[in-house]
Structure formats: structure tokens, C-alpha cells
């Protein structure tokens, strides 16, 4: 049970969230909750899908978006994003459970995203304090620095999700896959 009130229905949020809320049913069909308890602070709602919404028209693709969500998701422990991004990766961005299964453990079957998701799973690991070694990596497999930014934004908009709902105990509305903890 979240430890806040979530309003129920885009009517019960804040008036200034509202018109951001029926963008996003718009964009989904509904509104998940993760939006709504986000909502009880419109400025907040409003960054976050202004962020989103600009990464979503950067360089990475969405599976490699989807695929270093759910790494993010399991190495800081959030159930609510491995569930809501397993769903969005299977039904949006077309992973197959081989891919999934990898993304959550911090890796790809894709050997250009595998370098993408294990600089995420790095970056989120060691709080940005990466090596050179882990920024050569990235680059050997072709990512530009421009995209290399990308990945750490994201991580950074995971982060923020995964602490939101960690934090607030949101509950899923996706169907649940426990996240694990990094060590």
C-alpha cells in the first residue's frame, strides 16, 4: 500500500496536473498510478515529462530506452519500474523474454545495446564514478557522446522514478515482477 494518498482518477488530482494527466492517458490509454502519486506535485510531474518527452525524441531507441530502464529498475531495487518497463519492453519496444531476462541482470543479447545497458547498470552502481575503461567500452561499440549522454540522462530519469516509487511504495498496476537489489 503507497505510503501516500494517490489521487484515483485524473478529477482528483491537482487542477495544474490534470491537463499533463490526460496527456499521458492520451499517450497510454490510462494513467498509471506511478503518474498520479508523481502528480501530487504538478512542478514535479511536469519536469519529469518534460525530460521523458525530450529523451523520447533523442538518439537511443526505444528498446534500448526500455532495455536500460530495466536495468536501472533492478539495480536500485524498484518493483513498480521493473514491472511497468517488462511491460513496455515486451508490448512497446517488442523485447522478447530472452532479452528481458537479460536487461534485468544488467546485460543484452544485442551486442551494440549489451555495452549500452552495462555502462547504465555501471553508471547506476558506482553513482557515476565510472572508469575510463567503462566510457571507452561504450564508444568502442559505437555509441556517439552525444548518445553516451543520453544513456547517463536516463539513467538519471530512471533513478528518479525508481526513488519516487521506492520511497512512496507505490502500488504496481502492471503485472508484478520483483526487482532484486544490487549488492
Do not use: W
Not at 547506476?124 to 568502442?140: F, I
Not at 521506492?166 to 503485472?175: G, L, Q, S
Amino acid at each position: 500500500m503507497a505510503r501516500i494518498a494517490i489521487p484515483d482518477s485524473v478529477d482528483a488530482a491537482p487542477i495544474a496536473a490534470r491537463p499533463l494527466l490526460n496527456a499521458v492517458k492520451s499517450q497510454l490509454g490510462l494513467v498509471p498510478n506511478m503518474f498520479r502519486l508523481i502528480a501530487t506535485s504538478p512542478e514535479s510531474l511536469q519536469g519529469y515529462l518534460g525530460l521523458n518527452g525530450a529523451l523520447a525524441k533523442g538518439k537511443l531507441d526505444a528498446a534500448t530506452r526500455e532495455r536500460i530502464a530495466l536495468a536501472v529498475a533492478n539495480v536500485n531495487g524498484c518493483a513498480y519500474c521493473n514491472s511497468a518497463h517488462g511491460y513496455l519492453a515486451a508490448h512497446l519496444a517488442k523485447l522478447d523474454a530472452a532479452e528481458i531476462a537479460a536487461n534485468r541482470d544488467g546485460r543484452s543479447n544485442d551486442p551494440k545495446a549489451d555495452a549500452a545497458v552495462r555502462f547504465a547498470s555501471k553508471v547506476t552502481t558506482e553513482r557515476g564514478a565510472v572508469a575510463e575503461a567503462d566510457l571507452q567500452a561504450v564508444r568502442s561499440a559505437g555509441y556517439s557522446d552525444a548518445e553516451i549522454i543520453e544513456i547517463v540522462v536516463h539513467v538519471a530519469l530512471n533513478g528518479l522514478t525508481n526513488y519516487v516509487n521506492n520511497v512512496f511504495a507505490t502500488d504496481v498496476d502492471f503485472p508484478m515482477v520483483e526487482a532484486r537489489r544490487a549488492a
